[in-house]
């Protein structure tokens, strides 16, 4: 199966993983256009308690215009997760990886638009664990 995240633990706690996160994002060129609150979600809706997890829909718009301007279908695909989790030692962050949109569509516009995001959101996963160049 093709991997279609990108992913990092780091040791801060949740709360402040989710703070570091926003901001990495917001270094990287990215602003958070959604949230989903996981644990708070799932708990109201069907009972069920779960370690706290958010859901960060990450856009950088000039970005998402080049997309959508070459596949309108990628749409379906934005904006860009990124999913900070609550780990026994630490957070987990996941990412939906750019390069996935390239395997729904063949346009070589698509495929600059992913690496740059890709780029962008590797720099940032590194910047959290500070393996930064």
Do not use: W
Not at 3 to 13: C, D, G, S, Y
Not at 75 to 95: I, K, Q, Y
Not at 102 to 112: L, P, R, V
């Amino acid at each position: 199966m093709q991997e279609f995240t990108l992913e990092r633990t780091i040791a801060a706690p949740y709360d402040e993983a989710v703070a570091q996160v926003r901001a990495a994002l917001a270094e990287a060129g990215f602003g958070v256009l959604t949230e989903i609150d996981m644990k708070a979600t799932l708990k109201a809706k069907i009972g069920v308690d779960i370690a706290p997890r958010v859901i960060l829909g990450a856009c950088r718009p000039a970005l998402a215009h080049q997309a959508l301007e070459a596949d309108p279908r990628i749409a379906t695909m934005l904006p860009c997760n990124v999913v900070v989790s609550a780990e026994r030692e630490g957070s987990r962050v996941e990412v939906f990886d750019p390069a996935a949109m390239t395997s729904f569509s063949t346009s070589s516009a698509i495929a600059e638009v992913a690496a740059e995001a890709r780029d962008r959101l590797t720099q940032m996963l590194a910047r959290l664990t500070g393996q930064e160049d």
